[in-house]
């Protein structure tokens, strides 16, 4: 085991080989703390932060619950504790809703939702043990408000949120945080082929709705507004803070989105109300 008295804290990050995940990576290593950092082949992680004291590489394919259960054991294994947890790995997929297939639905899933379930699972016996923790959940701002051509991505956010709601209320009684991040569009590689499947299939009837955000897409790649160091920072200062929100939107451009989608919300609430509560007994 490595002494982790000299850390100030461990993290255990998934996908964090390259994007979001690198750049937490690297803020919380510059900080005096030590990472575990996972990706589905741990060479992407030695190639880009060489080997250091703090810096455990481990592969991980987060579908694969048998693997979680391993990476957790080796974190503890050898730096005694984990602090912080944050599931980052995950993609996109880019279509209307009717133009996904089954299969890219179930695959979708299966990172984003049921691999974060699968990491999450396998660590949260080790902070309940340490009465200690805190737990980070990447979403988006497609994980407070959908739109066209990222429906089915979204949905496997809106599923992010709601674990998170209720893993923050059933863990703080135990002394563990929870927190969902919601990036708005941040200036890494989410929008290229690594990071983002479009569907193949395409639909006339679609062109003026997810068809145009293809083509958004295409544009903006890598002139996002947000800049990922920042948010970095922002990671660091929200493990740091006594009092940790449960949601943390990032980025103006979400600001925006989430303020008006609660203006929405509300408006359409007062409109129906009404109807809404003409249905009880």
Known sequence: MTTSHSFKRVWLITGASRGIGAKIAAAALANGDAVVATARDAGTITQRFGTQ???????????????????????????????????????????????????????????????LLNVTRAVLPHLRAARSGHVINLSSVGGYRSGSGFGVYCSTKFAVEGLSEALHAELAPLGIKVTVVEPGYFRTEFLEGNSLVESPASIGDYDGTAGEVRKIAKAVTLNQPGDPDKLAQAMI?????????????????????????????????????????????
């Open 53 to 115: 004291p703090g810096l455990l590489a481990v592969a991980l394919d987060v579908t694969n619950e048998a693997q979680g259960i391993a990476v957790a054991n080796a974190a503890i294994e050898h730096f005694g504790r984990i602090d912080v947890l944050v599931n980052n790995a995950g993609y996109g997929l880019l279509g209307a809703v009717e133009e996904a297939s089954a299969d890219e639905v179930r695959r979708l899933y299966e990172t984003n939702v049921f691999g």
């Open 237 to 281: 200062t929200l493990v740091e803070a006594t009092n940790a929100p449960l949601r943390l939107p990032l980025g103006s451009d979400c600001v925006a989105a989430i303020e008006a989608k609660n203006t929405f919300v509300a408006e359409e609430l007062q409109a129906w109300h009404e109807v809404s509560v003409s249905t009880d007994f």
